[in-house]
């Protein structure tokens, strides 16, 4: 069932007499391109830096850049930055990853919201489509290539996201939104916001979202291609400054309800006379709910103290990740502004995560098709860190940055350290020269330490013996944690330049070198047979079991060294150029048992595309009218010879196409957007096919957005 009111409202406010309104068309241009001097970071410092100063490779996606561009998730916004490898699994997932192996339980890129890391333990990675965050309220998209762990801690190893979302003040303040397109589409926003007092501002928001699962030609998809992914997204801030004290209260979450097709395996000699299997519709349900406190303290000789609590409620029924936690994040950081003509920041973080994985009867563990299990289902995670970090001037045109981080974790029992040394000097007044070294880890989890996935595969009448018996079979793979496993870590060396003109040019430019140890890979520990003879099906005299045993080791690293290079250009003000270049190579290593004379295991690590490239271009034509344009080329890996000569296994070339363009009356008046996503890659797969990807095909979508607060209701 459509919701049809909103198109109706719509659609007379598009009517509306235009008697009463504000031309003030002026005002819909959109400010200029801001110099790097000018532009504040906070994600590689934990404090407000100009981006020309910070001793990182980090770029900003700002919020102009992400509405021109057409993004509907944060996953398609990030297609925009340099470093990063976005590529789209189906309609709803993504595969992500900086400087690194893109593959679906990514664990070395650090996610966060305001600071609030949206990393689920229950899988080990991010889940692209639950981040519960608007586009709209996001002010700006921070990315970090490289280690980060000494400010943020575990999963910063390859870089960091860090969502910067807008302060209640400036969120939007009545604003109704209405998305229609092919495949289903659907999507309705509302967001408020007002003053409350002298002091205080309160914005909040309600998202609702409607599409199909895929947007796929692919005969497999089109029995069920009627199922449908609910979202509900929601939430609320409320910021509060007075003198020294800045105070900010947030609470938000996300559901996604998914329409899919389950089956479930009855041997017979557990459910004697029933159909070998049963096949029906259900829905899977993923939810995320979060509310955080942030106070900051602004002493009268320049130093400040911030202190975080955040409390986060994950929970998935899918039988991969059937899960729920309770997750309590407390950081505090104190910054000395003056210490001896230095700055030094001092921090500590608490996490605590009351894990519960879902529970399974013997008889289901046969009867499910993939299913992860574990003897203890309830654990309380535990981790606790103390970072510092020295700001040295070493002259008018030098600075040195050291750092390190202390974290333990109850889990391995172990404190890993995570340093830094960073040093940037000014060539001139806009050019910098900039060097890093720095070492993170990747939080270890119960998945790969202590629960096991199993896959289970049953067929009647599937084996037979030399004597001409006929028995059902069962083939069930466990893939098992290792408990012994050492802690992933990244050890990278970095140099970069960074050169602007005013507000007309920006150029970031960086070249890394980094060691990944300890990656994981699976051994295979046994393999047997047994016979369960009766309670099979007619014609059989009983039931074969093959069940075979991998467990996770950690026999893998690898060296991976490129560049990114990321040009910003504005040459007259209505028209805006971005371009990011990046190269990638992987070169894998493996010491062990498993390694031998066989090279695969460590030559899958180099299966990864070389070159990206992304470019933008946004054009403001009149007041009335904007149009933007964005391409996106990822180049297709090569398999080396000794890993497998399969063209399946290759990741396939995408080259792609979005575009926008937008009409608006008068700023009283909703704006009306065309978009275009997919161009030119119709029913690509940006996968390889050993992974058995879904087809994405070309979307349109039409956008009306309306301002009622911006409207002169007295006139």
Not at 149 to 169: F, L, P, R
Request: proline residues 4%; charged residues 20%.
């Amino acid at each position: 069932m459509r919701f049809t009111f909103p198109i109706a409202i719509a659609s007379s406010l598009l009517t509306a007499p235009l008697a009463a309104a504000d031309f003030d068309l002026d005002s819909l241009l959109e400010m200029p391109l801001c110099s790097l001097a000018d532009t504040k970071v906070v994600s590689a410092t934990r404090t407000a830096q100009s981006l020309a100063d910070t001793a990182a490779s980090v770029y900003v996606i700002t919020a102009k850049e992400i509405n021109r561009s057409g993004a509907r998730s944060v996953a398609d916004a990030l297609a925009l930055a340099p470093g990063l490898h976005v590529a789209k699994y189906s309609n709803y997932d993504w595969g992500i990853t900086a400087r690194g192996q893109n593959q679906a339980l990514s664990n070395t890129l650090l996610v966060m919201v305001d600071g609030r890391s949206v990393f689920n333990p229950m899988f080990s990675g991010v889940d692209w489509d639950l981040i519960p965050v608007s586009m709209d309220n996001i002010a700006q998209i921070e990315v970090v290539l490289g280690p980060v762990g000494t400010i943020w801690g575990g999963n910063a190893v390859n870089g960091v996201i860090n969502i910067i979302t807008s302060e209640a003040e400036s969120a939007p303040d009545g604003k109704l939104a209405i998305k229609e397109g092919n495949y289903g589409y659907s999507e309705y926003q509302l967001h408020e916001s007002t003053q409350i007092g002298e002091y205080g501002y309160l914005s909040g928001y309600f998202e609702f979202v409607d599409h199909m699962p895929w947007t796929s030609d692919e005969e497999r998809v089109q029995p069920v291609q009627d199922y449908n992914v609910y979202t509900e997204r929601f939430g609320m801030r409320f910021d509060y400054q007075k003198f020294a004290h800045t105070v900010s209260v947030q609470a938000g979450g996300i559901r996604s309800r998914e329409d899919y097709q389950w089956m479930k395996h009855h041997p017979h000699f557990l459910n004697p006379g029933q159909p070998s299997a049963s096949v029906y519709d259900t829905e899977m349900t993923m939810q995320e709910y979060f509310s955080g406190l942030q106070h900051i303290y602004d002493v009268e000789n320049g130093d400040s103290w911030e202190n975080k609590l955040w409390l986060t409620y994950s929970s998935n029924d899918s039988t991969a990740r059937d899960a729920q936690f309770w997750r309590v994040d407390i950081d505090s950081h104190y910054t000395i502004k003056d210490w001896w003509g230095t700055q030094l920041s001092l921090g500590g973080n608490v996490r605590i995560i009351d894990e519960q994985l879902g529970q399974y009867s013997d008889s289901e563990r046969y009867s499910v098709p993939y299913i992860r299990v574990t003897d203890n289902t309830d654990f309380l995670n535990q981790s606790y860190g103390l970072y510092a970090n020295w700001n040295i001037d070493i002259s008018d045109k030098s600075t040195l940055t050291l750092g390190n981080r202390w974290q333990y974790n109850n889990l391995t029992h172990s404190v890993d350290a995570q340093p830094q040394i960073r040093l940037s000097y000014q060539l001139s007044d806009n050019q910098r020269l900039w060097a890093g070294w720095g070492r993170a880890v990747v939080t270890p989890s119960r998945l790969e330490l202590e629960t096991t996935f199993q896959e289970n595969y049953y067929v009647e009448s599937g084996a037979h013996d030399g004597a001409g018996n006929k028995y059902d079979y069962i083939a069930t793979y466990l893939y098992r944690g290792g408990d012994d496993l050492s802690i992933e870590s990244v050890e990278t060396y970095e140099l970069g330049y960074r050169f602007w003109d005013t507000n007309k040019v920006q150029l970031n430019m960086s070249g890394f070198y980094s060691i990944h140890e300890n990656i994981r890979a699976l051994k295979g520990v046994s393999a047997q047979g047994w016979v369960i003879a009766g309670d099979s099906s007619p014609g059989t005299v009983g039931t074969y079991i093959e069940q075979y045993v991998s467990e996770y080791v950690d026999p893998l690293w690898s060296e991976t060294m490129g560049g990114e290079i990321a040009l910003k250009w504005q040459p007259i003000d209505p028209l805006q150029i971005n371009t990011n270049y990046s190269y990638k190579r992987i070169v894998g290593h493996c010491e062990g048992a498993i390694c031998g004379s066989n090279d695969a295991v460590k030559r899958q690590l180099e299966n990864q595309p070389n070159h990206y490239v992304n470019a933008q271009v946004m054009w403001d034509i009149t007041p009335q009218w904007w149009a933007s344009a964005s391409m996106q080329y990822v180049s297709e890996s090569k398999l080396h010879r000794d890993f497998v000569d399969d063209p399946s296994y290759i990741w396939p070339k995408v080259l792609s196409f979005d575009a926008s363009v937008s009409w608006q009356y008068a700023d009283c008046t909703p704006r009306i957007t065309g978009s275009v996503e997919n161009l030119g890659a119709d029913q690509s797969t940006e996968f390889p096919d050993s992974q058995q990807p879904f087809q994405n095909g070309t979307q349109y979508w039409l956008t009306l957005d309306w301002n009622y607060g911006a409207v002169d209701w007295t006139r």
